[in-house]
C-alpha cells in the first residue's frame, strides 16, 4: 500500500541521517524531496504546504536526545505530522442510538459501498458481536440488489428483501421496522451511487437521510482517486452531512493522496479502509500504524521507545562495566538479559512492530516467543552457580543433569549454550554498552535492516 509515496519518503529521510544536528540548512533538501513525494502521491496542495511547514518548525531547534539520531528524529516528526493529517487516533462507528442503530452508505458508483456494506456486516457482527441487518436501496439496477443479498449470505448476516419497484424511503422504513421487532442492533442501508452534482439523485438521498435519521452516514470512496477522493467527499458533505468516510482499494497501487488529504479537506475522519476484495479486507483506519506503514518501517519507532522506556538501565550498565573491565559475560548477565527481553513484552510483541514482521502468522510467531524464553531461563536456572560463571565446565554428564533438571533435552542445552556464546562474542566485540546499544542499533536500520542486527541471544525462528 501506498508504496511509491513509502519508497521516496524513506529514501529522503535516509539521507538525514548521521549528520550532528537538525538545521533549516541540513533539513532543505530532505523537506523539498518529503514536499515532491507527496505531490507524486496526489495529495492536495493546501494539505503539502501545511506537512512541510509543520514538519520544518517542529524539526528546527528539536533537541535531538542523545538516544536518537537527527534522522530518526526527524522520522519522528514526519510520522507525526502524517498522523496529525489523517486524524491522530482511530474514530470508532458510533452505535449508540435506540437499535436499530442505522448506518447509511453514499458514495460513487463503483466506490465500493455494496462491498463495504458486505464487509462492514461481517465486522460489526464478528468483532462487535451486533446483529445486524442489511438492506439495499438501489433501486435502480436489479442486480445491486441480489449482489447485497449474495453477501450478505456470505456473511450469515440477515438481508432484508427489496424490490426496483419500490421506494427507497419505504424499503428503509420496513427495514427498521423488522429490525425494531427483531431487536437488530444495527441496520446497513446500501444505496446507489450518485454524483454530488446530480441534483435529481442527491435530493433521493437528502429525503431519505432525513426519514430514517441515520446515526451514521458513510462516504464511501475509491482512494485510487487520490485528492479527488477528498474533493467528492466535500461536495457529498456539502449536500449530506456525513459522519465519516470508507477508503476502499487501498491495497494495489493508491497513491496515498486520498488518506492524506481527505481530512483536512472534509473536517471528516476516515473510519474504515478497504484493503482487498475479499470480505475481510475491511480495517479500523488508525492513522498512527498507516503512518508507520507510509513510512515502510512497521512500528520501529515505538520499539525504540519502548526498549528505550522498559530496558533496567541499571543493569545493562553493571554487565557493560563488567565486560569492560574484561571480566566475561556469563551466563547469569544472559539470563538477566533474557528476562529484560520478556519485560518489554515478550518476543511476539516486540515481531509485532519489526518491518515486515506483520506477515507472519501468528502461529509461526507464537512458537518462538515466550515459551523459548521460560525453556532458556529453566535451563541457566538448573545450572551451580560455578556453572553460570565458567560456562567451559558444562561437558557431557553436566549437560545431561542440567537438561533432566530443567525437563529439556541435551540438544536444549546445546543450544542454549550456543546462543550464549554468540552473545558473548558479540559482547566482546562491542566492549560495553551491551544490550543498550545493540537495542539502540535497531531503531538506526530502517526499511527492515533489523534482520542483521539482532542479538545472538535472541530465539530464532524455527
Ligand atoms: N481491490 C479492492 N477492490 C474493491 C474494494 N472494495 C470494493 N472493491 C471492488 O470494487 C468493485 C465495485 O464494488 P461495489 O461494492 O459493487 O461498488 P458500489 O457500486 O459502490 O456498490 C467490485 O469489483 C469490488 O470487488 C477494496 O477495498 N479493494
Ligand atoms: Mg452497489
Request: charged share 30%; net charge positive.
Amino acid at each position: 500500500m501506498f508504496n511509491n509515496l513509502s519508497e521516496r519518503l524513506s529514501e529522503s529521510l535516509k539521507k538525514i541521517s548521521g549528520r550532528g544536528r537538525l538545521t533549516e540548512d541540513n533539513i532543505k533538501d530532505t523537506l523539498r524531496e518529503v514536499r515532491m513525494a507527496l505531490l507524486e502521491a496526489d495529495v492536495a496542495l493546501p494539505v503539502v504546504r501545511e506537512f512541510v511547514k509543520a514538519v520544518k518548525e517542529r524539526a528546527v531547534g528539536e533537541d535531538v536526545g542523545k538516544s536518537l539520531t537527527p534522522g530518526q528524529v526527524f522520522v519522528k516528526i514526519v510520522q507525526g505530522e502524517l498522523e496529525k493529517a489523517m486524524g491522530e487516533k482511530n474514530e470508532d462507528l458510533n452505535l449508540a442510538a435506540q437499535p436499530p442503530a442505522v448506518v447509511l452508505m453514499a458514495g460513487l458508483q463503483g466506490a465500493g459501498k455494496t462491498t463495504s456494506v458486505g464487509k462492514l456486516a461481517k465486522f460489526l457482527k464478528e468483532k462487535k458481536k451486533k446483529s445486524v441487518l442489511v438492506v439495499s436501496a438501489d433501486v435502480y439496477r436489479p442486480a445491486a440488489i441480489k449482489q447485497l443479498e449474495t453477501l450478505a449470505a456470505e456473511v450469515d448476516v440477515e438481508f432484508f428483501p427489496s424490490s426496483i419497484e419500490q421506494k427507497p424511503i419505504d424499503i428503509v422504513n420496513g427495514a427498521i421496522d423488522h429490525a425494531k421487532r427483531k431487536f437488530f442492533d444495527v441496520l446497513l442501508v446500501d444505496t446507489a451511487g450518485r454524483l454530488a452534482v446530480d441534483e435529481a439523485m442527491m435530493t433521493e438521498i437528502k429525503d431519505l437521510h432525513a426519514a430514517i435519521n441515520p446515526i451514521e452516514t458513510l462516504f464511501v470512496v475509491d482512494a485510487m482517486t487520490g485528492q479527488d477522493a477528498a474533493n467528492t467527499a466535500k461536495s457529498f458533505n456539502e449536500a449530506l452531512p456525513l459522519t465519516g468516510i470508507i477508503l476502499t482499494k487501498a491495497d494495489g497501487d493508491a497513491r496515498g493522496g486520498a488518506a492524506l488529504s481527505i481530512r483536512h479537506i472534509t473536517g471528516k475522519p476516515i473510519k474504515f479502509i478497504g484493503m482487498g476484495e475479499k470480505i475481510d479486507a475491511l480495517e479500523p483506519f488508525h492513522p498512527e500504524r498507516i503512518a508507520s506503514r507510509i513510512l515502510g518501517m512497521g512500528d520501529v519507532l515505538s520499539l525504540v521507545e519502548e526498549i528505550e522506556s522498559k530496558i533496567d538501565r541499571e543493569k545493562a550498565e553493571k554487565v557493560a562495566k563488567k565486560v569492560m573491565k574484561g571480566k566475561g559475560f556469563d551466563l547469569e548477565d544472559f539470563r538477566d538479559q533474557l528476562s529484560q527481553m520478556q519485560n518489554m513484552g515478550g518476543m511476539s510483541s516486540l515481531m509485532d512492530k519489526m518491518p515486515g514482521m506483520g506477515k507472519i502468522p501468528d502461529a509461526v510467531k507464537n512458537q518462538v516467543n515466550d515459551k523459548e524464553f521460560l525453556r532458556m531461563e529453566a535451563i541457566i536456572n538448573s545450572m551451580t552457580r560455578k556453572e553460570r560463571q565458567y560456562p567451559d565446565l558444562i561437558k557431557g554428564s553436566r549437560k545431561r543433569r542440567i537438561a533432566a533438571g530443567s525437563g529439556t533435552q541435551v540438544q536444549d542445552v546445546n543450544r542454549l549454550l550456543k546462543q550464549f556464546m554468540q552473545m558473548q562474542k558479540m559482547m566482546k566485540k562491542m566492549k560495553g554498552g551491551g544490550l543498550m546499544k545493540m537495542m539502540r542499533g535497531m531503531g538506526g536500520g530502517m526499511g527492515g535492516a533489523m534482520g542483521g542486527k539482532m542479538p545472538g541471544g535472541f530465539p530464532r525462528l524455527k
